[in-house]
């Protein structure tokens, strides 16, 4: 079990699923591009098993990493729409 699963308790089931989606779909991504483990981790400059972390959807993966992996797919640009005030209905209503 990682160090960080304790501290991560709080987060709500979705957010955990909403990871668990995201590191899936980053695993499917690499080995849908024969891409081993070893090697798309020295190009993202982590550890194998920072990057299984991550593939596993550990919320106590660093943010930098998530995004090095999207920039490695060709997603970076995503995470700049992820919270676009434009979206925001819940900010939008208090307006």
Known sequence: MSK???HH???PHQAVAALAE?????ALARVRRREPLRGWAT???ISVRTLQ???A???GV???V???ALWLIGRAQALGTLADPALDRGAQEVD
């Open 4 to 6: 960080s699963s304790a």
């Open 57 to 59: 959807g550990d919320p």
């Open 9 to 11: 308790d709080w987060l």
């Open 62 to 64: 660093g943010m930098g």
């Open 22 to 26: 995201l590191g899936q779909a980053l």
């Open 66 to 68: 998530y995004a090095a």
């Open 53 to 55: 972390r991550m593939e």
């Open 43 to 45: 190009r993202m400059g």
